[in-house]
């Protein structure tokens, strides 16, 4: 019976991933779609996210959540992570809190201003269907 299900799970696992690819769903880099500008205010890090083009800003906010900005940053971003959305401005803006080794006068890290961050986030990888771009 255990492998029965062990199977069926597997195959399942299987079948989604086979659909995702036929739907024309793909890997892409945040650059390829967004461009990004960063700064601090203490030790917190201010990355701003910006739509090339007006449709590409439903995917930003359905793929570039608070929790996989905190995953990507695993290591340098130590808070939480927020996110705002600016559906004016096709953007989001995320903070990293406690990011920046306590803030530029005080901070030993060679960003001690976080401008280095928007560069990283846009190397983050989401998953977008070929009609998308």
């Known amino acids: 019976m255990a492998v029965i299900k062990l199977y069926s799970s597997l195959r399942a696992v299987?079948?989604?991933?086979v659909s995702i690819k036929m739907r024309g769903d793909m890997k892409v880099a945040l650059i390829k779609i967004a461009h990004a500008r960063s700064g601090d205010k203490g030790d917190t890090a201010n990355v701003g996210l910006i739509a090339l083009k007006p449709e590409h800003?439903?995917?930003?906010?359905?793929?570039?959540?608070?929790?996989?900005?905190?995953?990507?940053?695993?290591?340098?971003?130590?808070?939480?992570?927020?996110?705002?959305?600016?559906?004016?401005?096709?953007?989001?803006?995320?903070?990293?809190?406690?990011?920046?080794?306590?803030?530029?006068?005080?901070s030993l890290k060679s960003d001690p201003q976080g401008k280095t961050l928007s560069s990283a986030l846009l190397r983050m990888e989401i998953e977008v269907g070929e009609d998308e771009l």
């Open 14 to 17: 299987l079948i989604s991933k």
């Open 57 to 106: 800003y439903p995917i930003l906010v359905r793929e570039v959540t608070a929790e996989r900005v905190k995953r990507h940053f695993t290591g340098i971003c130590k808070g939480e992570v927020e996110r705002f959305e600016l559906p004016n401005l096709n953007s989001l803006n995320f903070l990293l809190h406690h990011s920046l080794g306590g803030g530029g006068a005080v």
